[in-house]
């Protein structure tokens, strides 16, 4: 083999390499960022995996929320009116959170099935329903049933 495409073959042959090095990085790198949804139900039947960033989402169920008076800890329950998943969070909520509205929280899932929130996310308006929960509430059945219902029922009271 000639020595000049002898070098040419072996700075490609190191080219390759370290793009292959550079694109598993980037790979591995997303996959321990990635944030999957997982509605109540997906979590009810063991789907979504514990100790890990997840997103879970779904609806405030009525009567639910419990707030602690000497801290910002609240508990609240999320369903997709099939399945509910107790949450924990505590921090400042969002202004448009409330019982009967659609929420995605941020956070970890614990052994014992509780559901532990570093973030609340809250619609931003009374017509606005999140594309994760509108989907979890379409899977289990239950959109027409929330389209049906007066919004005082929901909570809808454009407060």
Known sequence: MHPLRKQRLIIVTFIVLGASL???????????????????TQIAQ??????????AGGMVLKGSVVRDSQSLRVDFIVTDFEAE??????????????EGEGVVCHGELDENGVFHAVEVLAKHDEQYMPPEVSEALEKSGH???MKQQPAS????DGV
């Open 85 to 98: 998943v107790p949450v924990v969070y505590e921090g400042i909520l969002p202004d448009m959170f409330a």
């Open 22 to 40: 550079a694109a598993a990085l980037v790979f591995y790198a997303l996959g321990s960022n990635m944030n999957l949804f997982f509605s109540p």
């Open 46 to 55: 063991g789907e979504a995996p514990v100790d890990k960033k997840i997103r």
């Open 153 to 156: 029922v929901l909570g809808n």
């Open 143 to 145: 959109t027409e049933t």
